[in-house]
């Protein structure tokens, strides 16, 4: 499987693209804001680098081939969903919002993700007019 290119890097407002990266990421481009789900570009999915189950293929695009990412959805903390690694990456070069489910809000801060976090419980909305 090749990696490939996003599409597009702008969408304008009224325009939606949907691009599968692996596992349970994927890049959902829409009115002009580019999403990223469950982000994981690490190697293993595991608190350690050296041990635990591996990537077996690449990602679907390249790290550095994403758009500029304005959010980021994760939906709960298994190391598959919340990858650290990808997340410190994503807040040092994207500067997103992170939208992460009740009580990760912290976990992440703990991790050095201290701005732009938000917890969402059940039936809970965000203004995503960012």
Known sequence: IKQRQVQQKNIKNGECCVTFINHSTV???IDGKNILTDPIWS???SPFSWIGPKRVILPGVKFEDLPPIDIVLVSHNHYDHMDIP???RLYKEHKPLF???KGNQS???SKGIKRGVKDLDWWDQVDLDI
Do not use: C, W
């Open 99 to 101: 939208l992460v489910s």
């Open 43 to 45: 190697k293993r999915a």
């Open 86 to 88: 990808t997340l410190k």
């Open 107 to 109: 976990y992440l801060k």
């Open 27 to 29: 890049l959902i481009q």
